[in-house]
């Protein structure tokens, strides 16, 4: 079970995500192309500019506006991103059986992160419970999304812990990862994919088209 | 995922009522089938995919804002009442929810772009607002009195059904009028080769006639080479943009371009109006295949700036007391002019109070996007769905608020009468021509 | 059809008057216009409070009025103003107002020849087209008049007008139709939406315009019938220059620009945008403006669109008098440009007016604006004196001469210089 999980579906999972993300964003191009003006309406000096301030924490004036809400995103987004990657477990088993290595994060600091994605986690589903705007919007498939990126990190963080069952902490957390790479391209986690693109869009089009800024 | 709850007072519309009485479901899958495949595309989709359900867009809205926060009114519920089903449902739905749909589309979303501006994929609601209201006019779901001024435009190619004689004869009157300030000044019409074209929307004419007069004074005070068309083309204003009926829509702008080509002027300069301008620089040269419009098109905000800046026009005597203004969003947040706007109110009043949240981030007025012209029957709804704007000019301590657009003017007008805010509403050239100066060779020889 | 043979092509300079007196003369001078033959400048003037006059040449019309306005020259040289007396309008022709009087007049027009002199006017709040002081009989008192065409002739006007009232917020009664096309008087047994893009065949005999059949729903309409086919959306319709049966138009279908003709598309090739569809002078050719792609702008003859885009707008092409070559003024990154077959003649100017080709086609003759200043340009490259004022040159009917008529220091000078010469 755990070489087929760590073995085989590892590459299902990488192609998967990297093949089906590749199509999704193919496919958007070519579809946005059906409407004449999207692209002669792009820029990239504002696509940067609107990228620039949303991807900077309290670079634009609505961040400001929320800062515990923009602490946490970020907090979360970017724990989300960089702690399964420079993970020291993680990098030595592309070693293995790759040969390839890179940068490593300390154990403690990815663990920190960790709880902090599981907090993030609380925090949307906290927002998605309480606030009415977002309760008003919520479907099955939010908390189903909300889930599959919650699991790898609450069974890593067991996992590395060893807190029970380790083994089957460990094929379960493998699973979840790959459930959520497969997920990526195929639900709504590809906003991921897509938030540079919707993001470069807007900003064209405020600032390129309309003269004026988006953030 | 569970129906909003909707709590709204009745109103009754009788081109709406009708409409949902006699639309059948193959019409309405027909038509919702057709915009979607050939007018959307891979940017709708998108929009829809990518949509994270995180509610941020929701404090932009000052129709939620004022409703104390009814989620019925966030911008993402508004998407999910409307676009969302439609396409979940691909167009299996009944006369009921189109004249729903209309209602979000028409008379609650200023399409202002605002939530745009908020949301953190930069999801352009006001965009998908658009492509609802599209559908509903293709199935003739158009409040009433927004049909009627879009017919209006269709017949007569301006907002006010203006007949060709009433509209000369109004200029050849307001010329006279402009000549009891500046006896030499003159409105030139149909001048081929002037610098300027300069144009204004259907009510100026009909309701707002002094307006021709003051633009008069300003051209002979700041020495301008400029004309006004005689025909057709002359009314810059698109209501046929907002019910989504962009045929006539092009018809209204193609006109109103090519006038300007015919005249051969420099450039357009129009009077103090937002969705014009969005109209005239924007959504109509995008239809017609036009990156930006063949001849350049200059707002008036754009234009008194230059004329105050360069000196062409000085200021006498500054406008006393407190002014504020209103940042109309289709000049300011979607065009820029937020720097240029404070520049003139500063060069013409003693105390110019700016409004917070200013600029681009300014709340619309809540009567742009065609939802002042639903008319009469939406009007208490409109009022009350900007409470915040009525806090937000409350706060400034002004005793007058400038609006640089004819929709802001009648909608701030309406909410300032509604609150009871005892404050004047102008606009920016009756300050103007107040505080400009009159050099001594153009003023009337006393008797 | 005009005699400009008649014209004098002799004389090679003339100085017809200096309008420079005229700002000493008068308390306000306007913009200046010429008769068609280059021999007489007017302007209007004011001569006092409330009282105007026309400025002809050296000398002014006998009687001022309380207000001009519109003065244009007729093809044969009468020049018509409109003017009022007492508060009401008219048409005055060489200074003598017509009798009758109007509510309100507007809109001259005239038949080729300059025999017919034509305007919308409205008496006792009914509307009508009136011609040569004469206003043509309608059965249906006409609530408003969009706009008129005159055949060549002058014997055949056509006006888009409103033939039945129309309450306010009345949406179903304007879905019902309105509005009709009136022909010398009679209106059309059918009524339209809305009516768009009048046009009359080169005999006089058919007239064709755009209707809308519904909201989103158009059509071209050919004496009063409409065509079966029906388009999303229509521009304006042109006849066949010797076939008035034969009508083209653009329609769009499915988000696409395509050419039809009588109905059937004759261009397979569909553009994000079709304007200004020009027959050639024998009618065996059509050019159109197009837009092959979002915001670049070419001509397309007969449905081949050339290789070299423009990417502001273009105006309406035009052939050479064999039809062999098509010109046309193109806007690009803020320059008007000339372009003949798809090449660039020249430099880029503020401002390019309608070109005429020479007769043999081989040059291309217009007025530009280059720094406030006007000159003619041939083949793109500016030609002799720079004018304050100038006019569109014209060529003589054997194609030796142009005639070039403009302002220099205030001075109006007449110019005929061969066409070899320049
Ligand atoms: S009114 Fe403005 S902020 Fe509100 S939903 Fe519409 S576009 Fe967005
Ligand atoms: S802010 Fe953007 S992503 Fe969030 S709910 Fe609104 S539209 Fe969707
Ligand atoms: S009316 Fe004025 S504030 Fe309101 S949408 Fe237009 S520009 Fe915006």
Redesign the pocket.
């Known amino acids: 079970m755990y070489e087929f999980v760590s073995g085989p579906l590892v590459w299902i999972a990488f192609i998967v995500f990297i093949g089906g993300s590749l199509y999704r964003i193919y496919n958007m191009l070519s579809s946005s192309k059906k409407e004449k003006v999207v692209f002669p309406h792009m820029s990239l000096k504002h696509s940067v500019a609107s990228l620039i301030h949303w991807t900077i924490p309290f670079n634009n004036q609505y961040m400001r506006q929320r800062p515990i809400f923009t602490i946490i995103s970020f907090a979360f987004h970017i724990c989300l991103i960089i702690a399964p990657i420079f993970l020291l477990a993680h990098v030595i088993l592309w070693d293995e059986s790759w040969n390839m290595s890179w940068l490593t994060i300390p154990d403690a600091v990815t663990d920190g992160m960790t709880i902090m994605v599981i907090i993030g986690c609380i925090f949307f589903l906290y927002r998605r419970l309480t606030d009415p705007v977002v309760q008003n919007v919520t479907d099955s498939s939010d908390y189903l999304l909300l889930a599959i990126t919650a699991l790898p990190f609450i069974t890593g963080f067991i996992a590395y812990h060893q807190l029970f069952a380790y083994k089957a902490i460990l094929i379960i957390h493998i699973l979840a990862g790959e459930i959520m790479l497969i997920a990526i391209p195929f639900t709504r986690l590809s906003h991921m994919l897509f938030f540079v693109f919707t993001r470069a869009y807007f900003g064209s089009e405020q600032g390129h088209v309309k003269n004026s800024k988006d953030w | 995922m569970k129906p909003t709850i909707v709590k709204r007072d009745l109103v009754v519309d009788t081109a709406l009522d009708q409409c949902a009485a006699k639309l059948t479901p193959e019409q309405i899958e027909k038509v919702v089938n057709e915009v979607i495949d050939n007018e959307t595309g891979g940017r709708l989709q998108t929009y829809v995919n990518t949509c994270i359900h995180c509610g941020l ?1 929701a404090e ?5 804002l004022s409703h104390d926060k009814d989620v019925s009114y966030a ?1 993402v519920t ?1 998407v999910k009442d409307t676009i969302w089903v439609l396409l979940e449902k691909k167009g299996k739905v009944d006369g009921a929810f189109i004249k729903r749909c209309s209602e979000i589309a028409h008379t609650e ?8 501006m908020y949301c953190p994929f930069g999801i352009d ?2 965009y998908m ?1 658009l492509v609802v209201r599209r559908i509903c006019a293709k199935l003739e779901m158009v409040p009433l009195y927004l049909q009627d001024t879009v017919h209006s435009h269709a017949a007569t190619m301006n907002q006010m059904w203006v007949k060709p004689d009433e509209w000369i004869d109004t200029l050849q009157w307001q010329e006279e009028e402009g000549q009891g300030y500046v006896p030499s000044a003159r409105l030139p019409l149909e001048k081929e080769g002037a610098e300027i074209m300069y144009s204004v929307i259907g009510p100026e004419p009909k309701f707002l006639a002094q307006l021709l007069g003051n633009i008069t004074v300003i051209m002979k005070v700041a020495g301008l080479d400029w004309t006004m068309p005689a025909t057709a083309g002359w009314d810059n204003s698109n209501m046929a943009m907002y019910s989504g009926d962009f045929e006539i829509m092009a018809r209204v702008e193609r006109l109103h371009h090519e006038t300007a080509q015919r005249l051969k002027v420099k450039k357009i300069v129009m009077g103090e109006c937002g969705h014009a301008f969005r109209g005239a620089e924007y959504d109509g040269p995008t239809w017609m295949g036009w990156m930006k419009p063949p001849i350049p098109i200059v707002h008036a905000i754009s234009f008194y700036y230059d004329l105050i800046k360069s000196g062409r026009i000085k200021i006498a005597k500054k406008a006393e007391g407190p002014i504020t203004v209103q940042d109309p969003c289709n000049v300011v947040r979607n065009a820029g002019l937020g720097t240029q706007l404070r520049y003139i109110m500063n060069a013409v009043c003693e105390e110019f109070v700016d409004v917070t949240p200013n600029g681009r981030h300014n709340y ?1 007025c809540n009567a742009g ?1 065609g939802v002042i012209n639903v008319g009469p029957p939406w009007k208490k709804k409109r009022v009350q769905g900007n409470r915040v704007k009525a806090e937000q000019m409350k706060r400034t301590g002004a005793h007058t608020i400038v609006t640089p657009c004819h929709n802001c003017h009648s909608g701030i007008e309406d909410i300032v009468d509604y609150y009871k805010l005892g404050m004047h509403v102008k606009f920016f050239s009756d300050i103007l021509i107040e505080a400009m100066e009159i050099p001594e060779h153009l003023k009337p020889k006393e008797e | 059809m005009l005699k400009i043979e008649s014209w004098d092509w002799e004389s090679k300079e003339k100085m017809l008057a200096d309008t420079a007196k005229w700002k000493d003369k008068f308390e306000d001078v306007w913009e200046p216009y010429i008769s068609p033959d280059g021999e007489k400048i007017a302007s209007i003037v004011k001569v006092g409070e409330g009282e105007f006059n026309i400025a002809v040449n050296e000398g002014t019309w006998e009687e001022p009025f309380e207000k001009i306005w519109y003065s244009r020259f007729s093809p044969d040289s009468r020049l018509t103003a409109l003017i009022t007396k007492d508060m009401e309008w008219t048409m005055a022709v060489d200074g003598k107002p017509w009798e009758q009087m109007y509510e309100y007049i507007w809109d001259t027009k005239f038949s080729d020849d300059g025999k017919v002199i034509a305007a919308t006017t409205k008496l006792d709040s009914v509307y009508g087209i009136t011609v040569n002081e004469k206003t043509l009989e309608c059965p249906v008192n006409l609530e408003s008049i969009a706009s008129y065409a005159i055949s060549s002739d002058g014997k055949t006007l056509a006006a888009i007008a409103q033939t039945l009232p129309l309450g306010q917020a009345d949406l179903d009664g304007f879905l019902k139709g309105t509005w009709s096309v009136v022909v010398n008087g009679k209106p059309w047994k059918d009524n339209f939406v809305d009516i768009y893009g009048l046009a009359i065949s080169n005999d006089g005999k058919n007239v064709a315009a755009e209707y809308r059949a519904a909201i989103c729903e158009y059509g071209i309409v050919v004496n009063g019938k409409p065509w079966n086919e029906k388009f999303g959306c229509t521009w304006e319709p042109v006849f066949h220059p010797n076939n008035s049966n034969e009508i083209t138009t653009p329609v769009r279908q499915a988000g696409q620009w395509f050419l039809a003709t009588n109905g059937r598309i004759v261009w397979d090739k569909g553009f994000v945008s079709l304007l200004y569809q020009t027959y050639s002078p024998d009618g065996n050719n059509i050019a159109a403006t197009v837009a092959p792609q979002f915001a670049k702008w070419t001509v397309a003859v007969n449905g081949q669109p050339w290789a070299a885009t423009f990417n502001e707008c273009l105006l309406q092409p035009c052939f050479s008098p064999d039809g062999r070559k098509v010109a046309v003024i193109a806007k690009d990154s803020g320059k008007w440009l000339l372009v003949v077959d798809g090449t660039v003649l020249g430099e880029g100017y503020d401002n390019i007016w309608q070109p005429v080709f020479s007769p043999g086609g081989d040059k291309v003759i217009c007025k530009v604006e280059k720094n406030g200043k006007y000159a003619v340009a041939v083949n793109g490259k500016i030609c002799g004196n720079t004018y304050e004022a100038l006019w569109n040159p014209v060529v003589s009917p054997d194609g030796t001469r142009v005639m070039i008529c403009g302002v220099e220091d205030g001075k109006y000078y007449r110019k005929v210089v061969p066409l070899s010469d320049i």
């Open positions: 867009c932009a809205c000052q129709w939620y911008p508004k979303c200023n399409v202002c772009r605002r939530c745009g609601i006001a607002m619309c996007g």
